[in-house]
């Protein structure tokens, strides 16, 4: 089975600077699915960013990007020029290509954006 | 386009009492999933339909929870009889599975925060 770890309970990051999230995922696929969603306050959970296993470029959305190592197994978030609104639990999700596709998610990373 | 619908978006109730959860998918998704969310945790996946069958369901507590999709749009779950540790937030989320596009991105909706005392 799938299994997704974000390590970083919290993390705080100044207004206008760039914080990076970890997530690491163990499988035994060689294609599938990573996500990154924002949940905030309201619970409405919201897709940040999407990215393809099969992709070697690193998808990019506006001031968010990732870091992907298929190798390493390791797909790092990256906000750039911080805004209070990002403020917000932000998970790490995995999903198989095959089968019928099932979405694994990490605990979630609580980021605090400082005035 | 209308996001994923659900209701009530609050309810608390008494433990052994009975709650339902509805939820209307995006129109043309046929993926529906409920996920149970307890407080601190990541979604957690109680089912998940494609169209009107069910693909996997491994981590639903069939004794008690128990969720349909009739004619493959919208979904009900039901608890009962409920106890403490069903307090969390249910969330719907539904998925266009096809070729091309956006085909494995869920979208969510809002939730139903469930209290049981």
């Known amino acids: 089975a799938q299994t997704v770890t974000q390590s970083q309970p919290e993390m705080s990051v100044q207004e206008a600077e760039t914080v990076t999230l970890s997530c690491t995922y163990d499988t035994s696929e060689s294609d599938y699915y990573l996500f990154w969603y924002k949940q905030p306050p309201s619970r409405q959970m919201i897709l940040v960013i999407r990215?393809?296993?099969?992709?070697?470029q690193n998808a990019t959305e506006n001031r968010f990007s990732v870091n992907f190592q298929k190798a390493a197994k390791s797909f790092s978030l990256k906000i750039s020029d911080s805004q209070l609104g990002d403020a917000a639990m932000y998970f790490c999700a995995y999903r198989s290509q095959g089968g019928y596709q099932k979405v694994t998610f990490g605990i979630g990373t609580k980021l605090q954006v400082i005035p | 386009e209308a996001g994923v619908a659900q209701s009530p978006r609050y309810k608390i109730i008494e433990k052994r009492q009975s709650v339902a959860f509805w939820c209307n998918p995006i129109s043309g998704h046929a993926t529906l999933y409920w996920y149970q969310q307890i407080l601190g945790q990541g979604p957690k996946l109680l089912i998940q339909?494609?169209?009107?069958?069910?693909?996997?369901d491994s981590q639903l507590p069939k004794d008690r929870f128990s969720a349909e999709r009739l004619k493959g749009v919208d979904s009900t779950l039901k608890i009962q009889p409920a106890k403490l540790e069903d307090s969390a937030v249910y969330l719907c989320a539904s998925s266009w599975e096809g070729t091309g596009g956006e085909t494995d991105t869920q979208y969510f909706g809002p939730g139903t925060r469930l209290t049981v005392l």
């Open positions: 339909f494609q169209n009107n069958g069910v693909v996997d």
């Open positions: 990215q393809e296993a099969y992709k070697q």
